[in-house]
């Protein structure tokens, strides 16, 4: 389990939005420059499931299950090269018995596993986008800012606000 603290920017019903500082680990990243959060800088937004209550200005502690990025990540990079060495080695198996050439035989059917793969990923993403099993988790309030009496606006009640 991985956690990551940061600082409520918005409610918006049961979930936060929440800014936390790129994290260690996205310095190795190649991406880190193109990252769509917050566009490729130091700070990175997360939409989290609010479970501790937190309101604006609170500094939060996130909660994220390494166990299912380890999932998601063996699923977007593993499986599609998987289905294309299946698919090859079958389409080679074929090729060979049907007397045609293998490396025909192998491509063809191998870059359809491939692609078929990648749209049974971008299938389960559209339904992981709009579930809670993926998002990070608020599990504490590390420190309450304007959170005690703020509303869903952001405004509190003349409190000022926390800042990392």
């Not at 389990?1 to 996205?26: D, F, L, N, P, S």
């Not at 299950?65 to 599609?80: G, H, V």
């Not at 304007?146 to 409190?159: D, H, I, K, N, V």
């Amino acid at each position: 389990m991985a956690t990551e603290t940061g600082i409520v920017t918005q409610i918006k019903g049961e979930y936060a939005v929440v800014k936390t500082q790129r994290a260690a680990g996205c310095g190795a990243c190649t991406e880190k420059e193109t990252c769509h959060s917050m566009g490729g800088g130091k700070e990175i937004e997360f939409t989290a499931t609010n479970a501790a209550h937190a309101g604006v200005g609170d500094q939060v502690v996130l909660d994220f299950k390494t166990s299912r990025m380890l999932k998601l990540s063996m699923l977007i990079y593993i499986f599609p090269i998987l289905a294309l060495v299946i698919g090859a080695v079958i389409g080679h198996n074929w090729a060979i018995s049907a007397g045609i050439d293998p490396s025909v035989g192998a491509a063809v059917p191998g870059f359809l596993a491939f692609f078929a793969a990648i749209g049974i990923i971008l299938r389960l993403e559209k339904g992981a986008r709009h579930s809670d099993r993926y998002k990070p988790v608020i599990v504490s309030v590390k420190k309450p800012g304007a959170g005690g009496s703020a509303t869903a606006s952001g405004e509190g009640a003349g409190l000022e606000r926390c800042h990392v």
